[in-house]
């Protein structure tokens, strides 16, 4: 860890140095050797002030290691921090500030001022020379989110407390605890699952796996430019189309829109209807990974990179689900977002593969999207939120808002 310094106090130390000087230059025209010796001895005590603080500020050491801690509300697990003195002195005098963002808390530790953001913790501490510490919090999730370490610093003092120093880390501490959301079921997702899952083949069917080619065959007007199978048709001379094998896999694509209704808003306010959607989401998602159906999640709020929305890739499995969670975890209300229509946009642009799409947020804005959808035979479903659940019912095609 590189610490920024900063001198505390070092009032004390100057006036012992001036004073040393003082009774040093009186003790040579006096000649009085105790006035001599004490002018040393205050002079020596604050060098070794300055010395001591010197030392510590170089060899007290945090590693900052890169760590997530992932938990859902209302769990509690341990969390250690490990600092090490590597220096042959003591130290004593010193307190260990935390400030926390507070979508968690420390259960054993008593914070010393709550803000609105972020908890402040204090801790006294000490060291022996060469010695490494762990110390021990239990952190518990108080809501999704992700809680960080917006201040991690040190106070420390000399033996003598003459000066003391704010040793305040210059980097980002990369400890998170990611809080997932809290996962609220969603009615009729069961209605859904009305074929074996998986990728075997079969002869005849409406979905097809897109990563195996079983053959060719001749080129027919109102073929995909990109199902042309390129070396085959440079091999026979004559255009040829690849033939894919038919699976009965299903896959769903997840479009959450953070651009709320207002009617919605209204009725049950922004925060909690977003957390409601966010929820339902990680439901759809959790409910995906234990069928064994691959999804993938858009989300209309504006990022850095190849696109400028959020999107999870599609994939399966629990590794896939511990993405799909952290990114819910991550989604804040006060983000940028984008209108649906971009989104949506965009995505028209790719080949839509997914067997079922699903809408959670508002969509009467971009319905002329969502029933062109309907009239090229996606198979298009909506989550229907009420006061208290949620049900999962299949779009139905209605007049745009002019």
Not at 201 to 223: F, I, M, N
């Amino acid at each position: 860890m590189i610490w920024k310094i900063i001198m505390d106090s070092d009032r004390s130390t100057r006036i012992l140095r001036v004073l040393a000087i003082l009774l040093i230059i009186f003790a040579l025209y006096g000649k009085s050797y105790l006035m001599f010796w004490a002018g040393i001895l205050i002079g020596l005590s604050s060098y070794l002030s300055i010395y001591y603080m010197d030392v510590l500020t170089r060899k007290l050491f945090y590693p900052n290691p890169k760590e997530k801690i992932r938990m859902f509300p209302g769990d509690e697990t341990p969390w250690r921090l490990t600092v090490s003195n590597h220096s042959r002195l003591p130290v004593f005098n010193t307190k260990l500030r935390l400030l926390m963002t507070n979508d968690a808390e420390f259960t054993n530790v008593k914070p010393s001022e709550e803000r609105r953001n972020a908890n402040e913790y204090i801790l006294p501490v000490s060291y022996f020379p060469k010695e490494e510490k762990c110390i021990t919090f239990n952190v518990k999730g108080l809501k999704r989110g992700v809680a960080k370490f917006s201040n991690l610093e040190f106070h420390v003092s000399d033996l003598l407390s003459l000066a003391s120093v704010k040793m305040i880390n210059d980097r980002l501490v990369q400890t998170e605890f990611i809080i997932y959301p809290t996962i609220l079921p969603v009615s009729g997702v069961e209605d859904l699952i009305k074929l074996q899952q998986g990728t075997r083949p079969v002869p005849s069917s409406l979905y097809e796996d897109h990563t195996l080619v079983v053959g060719t065959r001749d080129y027919l007007p109102g073929d995909s430019f990109q199902r042309i199978h390129w070396k085959a048709s440079a091999r026979m001379e004559e255009m040829q189309t690849k033939l894919h094998e038919k699976t009965v896999s299903q896959s769903w694509t997840i479009f959450m829109n953070v651009i709320l209704d207002p009617k919605e808003v209204a009725r049950v306010g922004e925060s909690e209807l977003l957390e409601r959607q966010i929820s339902y989401t990680a439901y759809l998602c959790q409910y995906a990974v234990q069928n064994h159906i691959p999804f993938e999640i858009y989300v209309n709020i504006k990022t850095m990179g190849r696109l400028p929305y959020l999107h999870l890739e599609i994939g399966e499995g629990k590794p896939h689900l511990v993405k799909a969670l952290e990114l819910l975890a991550r989604l804040n209300i006060n983000s940028i977002k984008m209108p649906m229509f971009r989104v949506l946009s965009l995505f028209n642009r790719q080949q839509i593969d997914s067997t079922v799409v699903i809408l959670l947020g508002d969509d009467q804005t971009d319905s002329a999207f969502y029933n062109r959808w309907i009239r090229q035979g996606i198979n298009l479903h909506k989550v229907i939120i009420d006061e208290d659940t949620a049900k999962l019912d299949r779009y139905m095609v209605r007049r745009s808002i002019s």
